[in-house]
């Protein structure tokens, strides 16, 4: 779309990037984005819903959520147009991904980009080498995706029942045998059973540091054996004899709160607080992670390489990066999901916004939630799915 020539003038005053992206908000008005994202969480889904609203009213930008039960369905449906040809006027503009999903699209080509250096808000971020929101899952991610909130892996049990927990993975065998029945985890197809096990595999591999490079079969073979060894003396114990597993994190809490399971777990610091606050936990509920910390990491919005309205994509996932939007997703009464953004960048009224934020008895700070520990590579979690489904399922 070409900008009317008192605005095409205007931007030969304006600096070659302030030029560049007021071309983008050009371009993008009128569009609508289909943003491919997880629809299992109701307040997820409701903040993307708000997210929608506010970029229509400041950008002429909508954004219509396509929920996906797994982002593999939004990559394969790249996948199959690309093989079709259709490399423009794809049906995908933007997808919630992380790991396997984004080094599967890098690797193939299937993504737009490089773009986060050319979003404004970039400016909040730390996107040094080696920072977390420059690598997903050990891959380096080369401008092709934007961060957008924080997670990390966290326990949760009603403290009014239970006095204990495990200080460490390899304690959760002893309390299991302790508690027999009152211990499970989602099934390692859902990508919160996989963090289980990684959050074991990490403490347990005899060199953690292998996990961070591509799996081969005499690493995996040496890396897992403690984790098998762990894995089947803890089973027994689980509920129902670790002879079924619940679908998601999502069903596992319900469990919690209907007393079938005296622990949950989910990948959101505030969930815990979040359902105590909605009736779905009981007001005593509690956050706990293992000693020597938790899986922790960025998820990500990526456009993929025949997105029909790229420009618009750009203009939510710049937005979705503002400090004011950043401050409203961390608001427990809305999301509660940690900021992505760097504290030490931010200006006096995005300082503000985030010490105004409600505060919980079940929510934690940061620094409670102790070290974060990195992902393994994401090959490490299809070998390691596969590999659990191949000795505990029939």
């Given amino acids: 779309m070409k900008l009317p020539l008192v605005a095409a003038l205007g931007l030969m005053f304006a600096t070659p990037a302030l030029a560049d992206w007021a071309q983008t908000l050009a371009e993008a008005k009128g569009q609508t984005v289909y943003f491919n994202a ?40 790249v996948i199959s147009e690309k093989a079709a040809g259709q490399d423009t006027g794809g049906s995908v503009d933007l997808i919630w991904i992380n790991g396997p999903n984004f080094l599967a699209m890098k690797d193939q080509g299937l993504l737009h980009g490089p773009f986060i250096a050319g979003l404004p808000n970039a400016q909040y971020l730390d996107l040094g080498a080696g920072s977390a929101a420059s690598v997903d899952f050990t891959v380096p991610v080369a401008g092709m995706e934007s961060p957008w909130r924080l997670a990390k892996f966290v326990f949760s049990y009603d403290s009014a029942k239970v006095a204990d927990v495990p ?20 099934d390692p197809s859902n990508f ?18 292998v996990l961070q490079q591509p799996v081969t079969e005499a ?25 079924t597993f619940p679908a998601s994190g999502e069903v596992q809490s319900q469990m919690l709160n209907d007393g079938e399971v005296d622990i949950a777990m989910s990948f959101d610091p505030a969930s815990t607080a979040a359902a105590i606050a909605e009736g779905t936990l009981p007001a005593t509920a509690r956050v706990f992670v293992p000693k020597a910390g938790s899986i922790g990491n960025i998820s990500f919005v990526a456009i993929p390489y025949n997105a029909a309205h790229a420009a618009a994509a750009e203009v939510v996932a710049n937005f979705l990066l503002e400090p004011a939007t950043q401050a409203h997703m961390q608001d427990i009464t809305v999301l509660g999901s940690f900021s992505v953004l760097d504290p030490v960048r931010l200006d006096a009224a995005g300082t503000a916004a985030f010490a105004a934020l409600p505060k919980a008895d079940a929510l934690p ?14 090959s490490w979690m299809t070998r390691l799915v596969e590999e659990w489904a191949k000795r505990y399922t029939k």
């Fill in 38 to 77: 997880w629809g299992g969480d109701a307040r997820t889904n409701g903040f993307i819903a708000w997210v929608s609203t506010q970029t229509e009213a400041q950008y002429g930008v909508k954004v219509e959520q396509v929920k996906l039960t797994d982002t593999a369905e939004a990559v394969t449906r």
């Fill in 167 to 186: 200080a460490d993975m390899a304690g959760f065998v002893a309390w299991a045998a302790a508690h027999k029945g009152r211990m499970t985890h989602p």
């Fill in 192 to 209: 919160m059973g996989a963090t289980f096990l990684k959050q074991a595999l990490i403490e347990l591999a005899p060199d953690a540091s």
């Fill in 219 to 243: 690493a995996f073979a040496a890396a897992t054996a403690p984790l098998w060894a762990w894995y089947d003396a803890l089973r027994p114990n689980l509920w129902q004899g670790g002879a």
């Fill in 365 to 378: 700070a940061l620094a409670d939630l102790g070290p974060v520990l990195l992902e393994p590579h994401a």
